[in-house]
């Protein structure tokens, strides 16, 4: 009985949907994904957090009427925009040196030797933590690394134990620099890599440390990391560094990451794009579907009733307006009501043009299109709708030469 007498229509029109606003809450959700990447991964975590809590404020303004908090809000919002800029510049430039430098998608299948070079790295790092052998071993990911390493010396080697250990041997004259494996095979020793800007993560560790977490900060690669002083292995990866506690552990995330690189089927280059991160897409996501749902979706029409300014433009030469004209109208705008939680009123205003009337009586007939308003919502009424006033010919006094002026009426009143 119930399911009988439920008003479906109603829960139908509640919860539909179009195409316009399903790409609004995409691109909100690609928009949310950035900031939350960025709260993800960046030094500099503060500046972020403060803007993100002061829109936070700025909606909360809106939803409850502090006017003189929205308006100071609004007013510095640029200059919150150029302080945003400037506080993650490095990021952004970050950003743009990964996307130019990224490397084009392989097609080709995951080398048979994974397995056997997944050892040969796990052997390698457990005999160097044993015996208090420093080492740095940079995996290459999808991304170039020529904009961020410097040095080194080209090689074309297999992945093999005993060639890395005489490469990070003490005595050797490149142990202290950095090996790169791309593709399965060792393409560079005795690198030098940034060291990174995140003191606080880096400061009680040494400093292969310091340029393993450097060149995770900058690209997608992995580094293998081995420390000369407390004989521990860790990995350097999206920013972050992990500790790792065993061979099993070791040997699970290398396998993990080259999978990632380099999965053994073939997946469309789309479908990479949409699945990594895929956690943090979907929270992304989710976030902009609900406040699409709170803040943007369209409930029951309504009206609302504003005095906007009237502005008379393009007067003709040698015409002016006798006496005073109306300054002002009521305009009665109809739409939803989260159009109307987006308008600043003093952005409405009527255009009244002049360009084609003579001297004499004139009768303007008011239309939605004289009318500056926003697109979402339509005009109901204007009054008046007619604009009775003069225009005469311009007496310039002796000696007065005679201006031709085209602003509005207040501006020329004062």
Known sequence: MLLTSFDWPTLRSA????????????????????????L???????????????????FTA??????LTEMLLRTASLALFVLFAIAFQEDIRRAVLRWRHRRPSRTSVRSDRTTEDVDALVELALQSAEKRIGMLVVLQGREKLDHCV????????????????SIFDPHSPGHDGAIVIRDGR??????????????????LRGTRHSAGLGLSELTDAMVLIVSEERGEVSIARDGGLIEIASAAELKQRLEGFLAEMCPATHRPRLAKLLFRHSGLKLASLAIAALGW?????????IEQTFVVPIEYRNIPTNLCLDDRPPAEARVTLSGPEPAFALLSPSSLKIRVELGGYG?????????????????????????PRVLHFRLIPCRPRPGEKVAVSALPLESRAN
């Not at 993800?40 to 700025?58: D, K, Q, S």
């Open 15 to 38: 919860v539909s949907i179009d195409v316009t606003e399903i790409v609004d809450i995409v691109v909100a959700s690609v928009l949310i994904y950035g900031v939350l990447r960025l």
């Open 40 to 58: 993800r991964t960046t030094v500099n975590r503060m500046p972020l957090v403060v803007a993100v809590v002061m829109v936070g404020i700025y």
């Open 62 to 67: 809106r939803a409850f009427g502090l006017f």
């Open 150 to 165: 410097n040095g080194g010396i080209e090689l074309l080697a297999p992945i093999k134990a005993i060639l890395m250990q």
């Open 186 to 203: 060792i393409v560079r020793m005795c690198v030098q890599l940034p060291l990174s800007e995140n003191l606080d993560e880096a400061k």
């Open 293 to 301: 749902f709170v803040f943007a979706r369209q409930g029951e029409t």
């Open 359 to 383: 001297a004499g009586v004139v009768n303007a007939h008011l239309t939605e299109a004289d009318c500056v308003h926003p697109p979402d919502l339509s005009v109901y009424r204007i009054e």
